[in-house]
């Protein structure tokens, strides 16, 4: 058996220097080799309000070198199971949204030739629709566990179909997913029109308001998930807004009132069992976070991720 990739380790190369991959992982572009790969999507064409996320890969990356391998909270140990690589950015098209969403889809049609579970970093949310064609192709419509301050149902952004706002729907109307596996979590704030949220539990989404999570452990809402989900195919979507601005003010549409740090890691430590076949982390904006503590969060959450796939070890 090939030895298993491992973070440098930081008693070895100061976490201050090295590579700059996520946890500094090898780079590598032999996906035939890899269990996992890890790839960023440094675009933010997509937004409606402040952009910035273009630089959320490289920052997510930097902040991860304080991620040691092993999660002493859980036990998980995905190194020592699983061969993961970065494989770098995609090369997006930054003056055009429609080439972007194309360039990516057909990146994710190479990737997934492979068996390797696609992690991306985003990017803002349009990302994930092009992600989700590919992730179709390969595994027929999947259920979606999708983390959120907004539901980015919307028709249309200013006439645009394809948006960071639109993603869900255009999902939707496609077969990408299986509206009655779709479940929407962390969703607040406010809106233009009282059926912003709710024309699209009429399709089947089931959805759990910020509000309704308040001073709640969410282990017991990632279990029920988990349990409706059985072993369907899954995607899973991080949007980093979902967190309260007070643990993650570096994104382009914060909104008060939103998940902690501890209900996020308890809500993906749940999942844990899931037949998850890709996921991603978006939304991170570092020009609005100068302390570098939003891209830590991902980048922590994305382990948190990681940690959960099929076939992690646990010591």
């Keep these: 058996m090939a030895p298993k ?20 992982l090898p780079f590598c572009n032999e996906l035939q080799k890899l269990d996992v790969a ?21 920052q997510v990356r930097a902040e991860s070198a304080m991620i040691r391998p092993y999660n002493l909270q859980t036990g998980a140990a995905p190194f020592d199971s699983l061969q993961v690589a970065d494989i770098g950015d995609l090369a997006i098209n930054t003056f055009s949204l429609t080439d972007s969403l194309r360039i990516i889809a057909e990146s994710y049609d190479t990737i997934l030739e492979y068996d390797a579970v696609p992690m991306a970093i985003g990017g803002d ?43 869900f729907r255009r999902a939707y109307d ?18 233009y029109s009282a059926e912003d949220f709710t024309e699209a539990q009429s399709w089947g989404f089931q959805q759990f308001l910020a509000s309704e999570l308040w001073g709640r452990d969410l282990s017991q809402l990632g279990a029920e998930i988990r349990r409706d ?38 809500l993906i430590r749940a999942l844990k069992g899931l037949n998850v076949i890709g ?12 302390s570098g503590n939003t891209a830590l969060t991902g980048a922590n959450i994305l382990y948190e991720l990681l940690c959960i796939l099929p076939g992690v070890a646990y010591r």
């Design 229 to 266: 989900i059985g072993d369907v195919p899954t995607y899973i979507t991080y949007d980093i807004d979902s967190l309260d601005p007070a643990y993650a003010p570096g994104t382009g549409t914060p909104e008060i009132g939103g998940l902690t740090t501890p209900q996020a890691m308890q």
């Design 279 to 290: 996921c991603d982390l978006v939304e991170v904006s570092p020009p609005y976070d100068t």
């Design 125 to 167: 949310h349009s990302i994930t629709l092009p992600i989700l064609r590919a992730i179709a192709k390969r595994h027929g419509p999947v259920a979606l566990v999708h983390v959120d301050a907004h539901a980015d149902v919307n028709e249309e952004m200013f006439g645009e179909k394809e948006t960071h706002g639109t993603v």
């Design 5 to 24: 990739n491992q973070p440098l380790s930081g008693n070895d190369l100061a976490r201050f220097s090295g590579p700059n991959t996520f946890m500094r």
């Design 38 to 58: 890890v790839l960023g999507v440094p675009m933010d064409i997509g937004t409606s309000w402040r952009s910035g996320t273009r630089f959320g890969p490289k």
């Design 174 to 191: 496609e077969g990408l997913i299986q509206p009655s596996k779709v479940y929407q979590v962390g969703l607040r704030g406010t809106g």
